[in-house]
Structures are given as structure tokens and as C-alpha cells.
């Protein structure tokens, strides 16, 4: 289907009253109001901060366009951005939202074609600018057909992922309604580069867009208060650009933005010491943020030649569907008057657990501590319980959904004791707690369980991860979100290198374990070196030397005492040094 140039296929609409209006741009302002941020919220749409805009604006009006198309417009103040650089451009603007639409009459610049349709749906043409920040809205909420899926397949060419979030749907439209010599700017969440519904975009990305830049915003820039994911912005060009590096940046302030831009348009910059990637030499398959947000442009792991998974699975915690009522503490237990029969004892919130190691001494002070450490277990009938489980039936408990889809409504997910337990959401420092106190866990951990029974290897994988080493293999798998937050799946911890973790004995195990339960003592520099000096010892690692800003690692000059007996494999002397963090 050939297209028409400037949204000349906009033209069927015209003519349907209501669909089509003219914007009178009379109150600016609104674009920010919190009403409309709080209204608007449940549709995925989100102000642009105004430098943001800015900056995408430059960019798309570099190419000279006739008309601006943003093709989820909400108030409109993307195409404001444009209009401050030149005031004569023409507009169009895209809108589903009926009453977003009515709002832009006023809050759009003046003279902006407003449409409202579903631009995913509507044959828009072609333009030579385009300046978007689309909506953010996962799959799970689309709830698209499957024909429509299909649909999507179909007009873009590529077997999209079911999990596929709308804002990638709409980037590959824009490229798609993007005209010969056009530029675009698309300001979307960057966690398609590590989400598993991105293989396609990026494969896309590296094949036929081939953009001239990507820009990832540090996550503690925090670009939306309010929007726990980490932004990016993609730079589009329909041009020859086969030999054309896809340059792509950190930016950890707006001015860093602002300069990538300048650069991108052939503009003097200063140097800069900013790692610029070519995404040229990125696998599609591979986490793209983790290496984008890294301070060096690559790190050398191939000492870690073996993954988590090879070792250990790793499956969520336990989800109750109603924590305020399976969840209990020692006065709820008197309280009530169940019985050790009814409960088990169980980690409810991540804040209860620190340390490398979680032991029955630490349970005990949560439970007198009256902290809820006990989930509900039935394992006996009785009074006492007959009567609890009716209170939450009067309270609707069982009608809830995950209730209400267990064969036994009070019953809750059958899982084994953890091994090991991992926080599913960190900022600074990520949790791995070795596990010995016998209590399970819920959701705010995923649990780590040796594979064949390998119950000894759990102290060597927990030191590991909270050695130096530990955060070399986590930044391989995290996910970024916004104001630094970082997240893992159960997939991501599998997927996490390790090196070839020698066999041990209970014994062994348990010396460790001992050794780990004193470390917890010492405070974070000095425990890090220690333990990076007994992974290089048991593990034959490279130690990663802690006072150094660049953690630089480094061979050993002589071996260390130690930690406990029979925990040393033998390890070459001499190792080539590499750079890790």
C-alpha cells in the first residue's frame, strides 16, 4: 500500500462531525495540571517535562518539516515544543481519549488539527516530523483480540510477542508513517531492552531503523515522579544510514541530553568522557540497558563461565492474595487462638531479613518482636480455626482471586523452604540472604533451591553474590527502573554468571556458614574485601580490589589464611587482570 505524504489519508475523517477540530491554544498551562495527570493516569499518558520536549524537538524540527504529527498528543505540549522553535509549522495531533481530546481544544497550540482516532488503527500517511511520548500501557491491560494481534503481525512484519507493550506498538508505527528524510522522537520506557517481548524491537532497531541515537536517562535522574521505569528516548532518520553508527549514551543530567542532541545534528560539542555505545555491536538478545547504564562502555566476565541456573532454580515467593489475614504475628496467634498446628513460620516483608544469613536466633526476635512471622498452614481442624476462617469469609477473603483459585481457599501455595533468598526489588545494594532458619517466604523474595539436592553449595553461591564478584554478575541481569530502583525475575537470577562452583561437604557448608554469620560484624569495606579475597581462594577469581574507585581486579600477591578448614581449592597464582565492578 503506497502511502500519502503528510497525513493526506487523515482525510476520510474530516467530513465526521465531532472527530475533527481546530485548536484554539488558549490555555497553555493545563498541559501540567495535576487533574489532568491524575485523570489520565489510568490510560497509560504522562506529562513531558518541558526540557525533555525540548530537546525532542530539536531534533525533529531539524528536518525541516512542513507538518508535526504526535500521534498520542494528549494536551499537546510536545507540539508546543515545536511550535516555540518555529511558530508556522503546521500540526496534527492523534487522540483516543474523548475527553483528553475535548481538553486539547484549548490546551493545544493554536491551529492544531486535532483527530480523534486510534492511531495504532488509522491510516495516517506519511510524515517528515514526528515528536511522540506514547502511551504506557503492558499487555496485560490491551486486552487486544487475537485478530488484532494479528493484525499488528501483519502491518509491521514481525511476530510481535503477546507481552508486548503498547508503546513498542507505536514505535514501530511511527517508523512506519515516518517519510523519506523525516526525523522522529520517541520518548519511551527503556525496559523493552531487557524485557523478553523486546527481542523483536531491537532486532528491528539494529536491522531497518537503524537509528541515529538512543538516549537511556540514569534511573536516579527519575525524569517522572510518579513512573517507577527508566526513560529513553529514540532518534529516528529515514535515510541512508546502513553505515551509520546507532550511537547510544547514559545521560545522567539533561544537559548531557542536550549535548548528545547537539552532537547528533554535527554540532561542536566539548569532549566528553561519556561512554558512547555503538549498538551496532549489541545482540538483540542480550540486556541492552544493563551494559548502557554501566560507567564502561563493556565488562569483562569470561571468568564467569557457568549461570545460577546450573546450580540452583529459583522460583517467587509465596503469594497470598490477602497478607492482612494469612499473615500473623504472635498476639494475632493468642489473639485468635490458633495453635503451632495452624501456621508455619514465614518471612512476610523484605525489611524483616538482613544480613548474609537469616538463622532461627533471627526468627525468634522477629516472633518476639511481634513482627507477622507466621502464615496460615493449616495442618489440624479445630474450633479455633473453624472460627478465624470465618471471619474471613465474612470479610470476603475467600471470594478474592488468588483465594478463590486455590482448590482449598485457606490452604497456600505448596513451596519448600529456600535455600537462598533473593530481594526481588533493591536500590543500592541487592539482597541475597543464605536461609537456615527453616521459614519460607513470600513474594518480596525469590527463592534460590539447589538442584539435585546440592543443599551444600548454598553458603559458597551466598558469599559469591555478596562479594564484589556478586554485583559483576547482578548488573548482567537487573532491571532498571526509575529514581534507581532495580528489579529481579526469577529468570534474570538463573541467567546470572557465576563461575564453576566447586563440591562441598555438609561440613564445609557449615564452616562457611559459621564464617558468613561473623562477617555480618564488620563493617561493609572491610567484609567486601574479605570476602573477595576468599572467592579469589575457594573459587579462583581475580580479586576485586574495593578501594579502588574502578574496582579494578587483580591477581593476588600471596594466598590468604584460610576462612575455615577444608574450604580452599587450589587456584593458579598468576591471573590476567581485568576491569570489574
Known amino acids: ?14 467530513l465526521d462531525p465531532g472527530r475533527v477540530e481546530y ?38 524540527m531539524s528536518a525541516k518539516p512542513e507538518i508535526v504529527l504526535d500521534p498520542a498528543s494528549g494536551l499537546g505540549n510536545l507540539l508546543h515544543a515545536c511550535a516555540d522553535i518555529r511558530d508556522d509549522v503546521k500540526m496534527v495531533a492523534v487522540e483516543r481519549d474523548e475527553d483528553t ?23 495516517s500517511g506519511q510524515f517528515t516530523g514526528i515528536i511522540a511520548n506514547p502511551p504506557y500501557v503492558k499487555s496485560q491491560r490491551l486486552e487486544y483480540s487475537d485478530a488484532e494481534w494479528r493484525y499488528f503481525d501483519e502491518r509491521f512484519g514481525v ?47 539494529l536491522t531497518e531503523m537503524r537509528p ?75 540486556k541492552w540497558l544493563n551494559a548502557l547504564l554501566e560507567n564502561e562502555p563493556s565488562k569483562d566476565v569470561h571468568h564467569l563461565t557457568q549461570k545460577i541456573g546450573d546450580y540452583f532454580q529459583c522460583r517467587r515467593g509465596i503469594a497470598t492474595g490477602a497478607n ?17 498446628e495452624h ?3 514465614c518471612v512476610t516483608k523484605a525489611t524483616d531479613a538482613d544480613g548474609m544469613v537469616f538463622t532461627r536466633h533471627k526468627l525468634t526476635q522477629l516472633a518476639n518482636s511481634d513482627r507477622r512471622c507466621y502464615l496460615l498452614s493449616p495442618r489440624a481442624n479445630g474450633a479455633e480455626l473453624d472460627s478465624y476462617l470465618r471471619k474471613g469469609q465474612e470479610l470476603g477473603i475467600h471470594e478474592r482471586h488468588l483465594p478463590s483459585h486455590r482448590p482449598i481457599w485457606y490452604q497456600p501455595e505448596n513451596r519448600a523452604v529456600a535455600d537462598v533468598w533473593v530481594a526481588v526489588f533493591s536500590r543500592e545494594k541487592v539482597k541475597f540472604i543464605l536461609n537456615t532458619s527453616g521459614a519460607k517466604n513470600l513474594t518480596c523474595f525469590h527463592g534460590l ?25 547482578f548488573s548482567q541481569v537487573n532491571r532498571f527502573y526509575g529514581d534507581g530502583l532495580n528489579k529481579l525475575e526469577p529468570k534474570d537470577v538463573e541467567a546470572m554468571p557465576c563461575p564453576k562452583l566447586p563440591a562441598q561437604t555438609m561440613e564445609q557448608a557449615m564452616q562457611l556458614t559459621a564464617r558468613l554469620i561473623e562477617l555480618e560484624s564488620v563493617p561493609d569495606d572491610e567484609r567486601r574485601r574479605i570476602m573477595n579475597r576468599m572467592v579469589a581462594e575457594i573459587l579462583a577469581l581475580p580479586v576485586i580490589n574495593v578501594a579502588e574507585p574502578k574496582q579494578q581486579v587483580e591477581a593476588p600477591a600471596e594466598p590468604l589464611p584460610r576462612p575455615a578448614k577444608n574450604l580452599r581449592r587450589t587456584a593458579p597464582r598468576k591471573r590476567r587482570a581485568v576491569q570489574a565492578q
Request: charged share 20%.
Open 1 to 14: 500500500m503506497m502511502k500519502l505524504e503528510e497525513g493526506q489519508t487523515f482525510l476520510s475523517l474530516y
Open 23 to 60: 485548536a484554539a491554544g488558549s490555555v497553555r498551562e493545563m498541559a501540567s495540571s495535576e487533574l489532568w495527570q491524575r485523570e489520565t493516569k489510568r490510560l497509560g499518558q504522562v506529562p513531558t517535562p518541558p526540557a525533555v520536549a525540548s530537546l525532542m524537538a530539536r531534533w525533529v
Open 101 to 123: 481530546f475535548q481538553r486539547a481544544k484549548h490546551t493545544a497550540p493554536h491551529g492544531t488539527k486535532l483527530i480523534l482516532a486510534d492511531y495504532l488503527f488509522a491510516e
Open 159 to 205: 511476530p510481535l510477542d503477546r507481552l508486548t507493550n503498547l508503546y513498542a506498538i507505536f514505535l514501530l508505527k511511527i517508523w512506519d508513517d515516518l517519510a523519506p528524510g523525516g526525523r522522529a522522537a520517541v520518548l519511551i520506557p527503556a525496559e523493552f531492552m531487557n524485557a523478553n517481548f523486546g527481542e523483536e524491537i531491537k532486532e528491528r532497531l
Open 212 to 286: 541515529a541515537g538512543v538516549i537511556v536517562f540514569a534511573p536516579e535522574l527519575n525524569l517522572f515522579a510518579d513512573a517507577l521505569t527508566t526513560s529513553s528516548i529514540i532518534f529516528l532518520e529515514r535515510g541512508d544510514t546502513k553505515n551509520h553508527p546507532i550511537k547510544a549514551i547514559k545521560a545522567s543530567s539533561l544537559e548531557a541530553a542536550v549535548d548528545f542532541v547537539g552532537e547528533l545534528l554535527g554540532e561542536p560539542v566539548l569532549a566528553s568522557t561519556r561512554a558512547i555505545h555503538d549498538l551496532r555491536t549489541f545482540d538483540p538478545r542480550e
Open 324 to 340: 492482612d489475614f494469612f499473615c500473623l504475628s504472635e498476639s494475632l496467634l493468642h489473639e485468635h487462638r490458633l495453635s503451632r
Open 343 to 345: 501456621i508455619e513460620p
Open 449 to 473: 533451591y539447589a538442584r539435585n539436592g546440592q543443599t551444600s553449595l548454598a553458603p559458597l553461591v551466598a558469599l559469591f553474590l555478596n562479594s564484589s564478584w556478586g554485583r559483576v554478575a
